[in-house]
Nanobody, 118 residues
Framework: MRLVESGGGSVQTGESLRLSCTAS????????MGWFRQAPGKEREGVAS???????SYADSVRGRFTISKDNAKNVLYLQMNSLKPEDTAMYYC?????????????WGQGTQVTVSS
């Protein structure tokens, strides 16, 4: 499986971005996918995940501002990020857990940078 992220960029506080992650090399769409981020000098953290049934979970820091969704027909995962804050600045990674447990993400994309300035 290959995951390719896109949509990152530089924005001002309060603005929005939508990240996309295109999955290829796997014929099914019934698995968990998630978004993670890592800021310089910090550990990677989970941002949001979505299982095959569509159930989503969010980190407390983004709940109410970010929305994860998926186009199963295209196998594209999205992360709509609204009301962005400087603390959202990080490299954002897409990941997949083919066992649909949302706990064992063993496929990762290369990341897309999000920078939010005040």
């Amino acid at each position: 499986m290959r995951l390719v992220e896109s949509g990152g960029g530089s924005v001002q506080t309060g603005e929005s971005l939508r990240l996309s992650c295109t999955a290829s090399g796997y014929t099914h769409s019934n698995f968990c996918m998630g978004w993670f981020r890592q800021a310089p000098g910090k550990e990677r953290e989970g941002v949001a995940s979505r299982d095959a049934d569509g159930s989503a979970s969010y980190a407390d820091s983004v709940r109410g501002r970010f929305t994860i969704s998926k186009d199963n027909a295209k196998n594209v995962l999205y992360l709509q990020m609204n009301s962005l804050k400087p603390e959202d600045t990080a490299m954002y990674y897409c990941a997949a857990d083919l066992q649909d447990r949302c706990t064992d993400f063993n496929y990762w994309g290369q990341g897309t940078q999000v920078t939010v300035s005040s």
